[in-house]
């Protein structure tokens, strides 16, 4: 069941990009938590579910500050755009109409592989243990059906935190096929996070599909990435669950999807019952494995690495239920189509055992379903289209 479907069964509140009623366009350098929903709905009165009067104080001035940095980040868009335009051209599918603009890469491969060398070296120089580097690609669609354009990412990559959301005055859509939760609290009080960390690409026979799982299953270097996240997120969840409760069900589980394995970590715990589900978030977010550790000092690093706003890719979108539950997903994965142009974020770890080249090849990689998506929808509009035009053409004759 995608994100969309589970929203509308529990009856829930939207979290994704948009910081008021009013659909303004909201971006983070590490993601974006929007909300249209009321903050009665997350914090109730504390007599009824022993929330104290400053926690929810707290927890609403939390979601208030972020909103605030969020409206406050438009004001980069026009020079982004100008950027964009100026970067280098990456061909990954033409398509069969020849004029077809290919997706732009933020930074040619020179640049990333540079950037994983800086990386490399601030791990080298003790500064973090893991950095979680990412870029983007960009490219002109014109008028797009957003919602075809997530059906047919939805068939050809499926996922299960898939959502798709249209603001319509911003002209802002999202089409997510996400393969990863970020964290959920459930009825009875749990807390879950699902890391990703470790992704290698399926092979073209079985034989080949299953030497490549057993190569993720067994490798050091991604062993290392999934491991000091879990470590992360034990921490992370440690601050609003009761002690001795957060412990690690599944480490390093193989999951599989339309072009990748992946390794997939679970971490649970029981939370405090003074703890509102707005500070469950506050504890966890960014998502660990969109930034490194130790979290604070990856992204201060990234932040100098990286040279624009992420947006929504690499943040979170889900619902927060009337019953105080919540499910939310790490944005990957995904295309965001704003102003007739589609963007698509795409990184990885790095980690002491990490190869520039090889890096870059990852980061492409976890493209692919997205590009796909929107260069097939676009291949299929073109041909509807010329076969109308034929159509006319052969009326006109008659």
Not at 239 to 261: I, K, Q, W
Not at 337 to 351: D, F, L, M, P, Q
Request: glycine letters at 6%; a neutral charge; hydrophobic letters at 35%.
């Amino acid at each position: 069941m995608d994100m969309q479907n589970i929203q509308q069964k529990n009856a829930s509140t939207r979290i994704s990009l948009n910081g008021s009623p009013e659909n303004h366009q909201c971006f983070s350098k590490h993601g974006a938590i929007e909300s249209s929903y009321s903050r009665e709905d997350i914090s109730s009165s504390s007599s009824e579910h022993n929330y104290t009067k400053s926690n929810r104080a707290e927890s609403e001035s939390w979601m208030e500050a972020v909103e605030m940095k969020l409206l406050r980040l438009t004001e980069t868009a026009g020079k982004a755009a100008e950027a964009r335009r100026k970067s280098p051209s990456l061909s990954i599918r033409e398509g069969i109409n020849n004029q077809q603009e290919v997706f732009k890469l933020q930074k040619s491969k020179y640049q990333y592989m540079e950037d994983v060398r800086r990386c490399l070296q601030y791990i080298k120089d003790g500064e973090s243990y893991e950095l979680c580097l990412t870029t983007q690609l960009w490219k002109h669609v014109g008028v797009i059906d957003s919602l075809c354009l997530y059906l047919n990412l939805r068939e050809k990559n499926p996922a299960p935190y898939a959502a798709w959301f249209n603001f319509g005055k911003g002209d802002i859509c999202i089409c997510s096929s996400s393969p990863e939760r970020f964290l959920r609290l459930d009825q009875n009080g749990i807390l879950e996070a699902k890391p990703i960390k470790g992704t290698v690409p399926r092979g073209n026979s079985q034989i080949d599909d299953e030497k490549l799982r057993t190569q993720l299953q067994h490798s050091e270097k991604d062993q290392a990435e999934n491991l000091m996240i879990v470590d992360l997120l034990r921490n992370d969840l440690g601050r609003v669950c009761e002690p001795g409760t957060v412990h690690v069900p599944n480490l390093m589980d193989v999951e599989s999807y339309a072009t990748v394995h992946t390794l997939v970590s679970t971490i649970r715990g029981k939370k405090k019952d003074n703890v509102s589900p707005v500070e469950c978030v506050r504890a966890a977010f960014p998502g660990g494995s969109m930034t490194g550790a130790p979290k604070l000092r990856a992204m201060e690093i990234l932040d100098s690495i990286e040279n624009t706003s992420r947006g929504v890719y690499s943040g979170t979108i889900g619902f927060f239920s009337f019953n105080h539950t919540f499910d939310l997903n790490i944005v990957i994965r995904t295309i965001l189509v704003n102003r007739k142009e589609a963007s698509i974020g795409a990184g990885g770890a790095i980690v002491a055992l990490s190869g520039p080249e090889c890096e870059y090849d990852e980061m492409i990689l976890k493209t692919r379903a997205p590009i796909n998506a929107v260069v097939e929808f676009e291949n299929q509009s073109y041909l509807r289209h010329s076969r109308n035009g034929e159509r006319r053409a052969v009326l006109s004759k008659s």
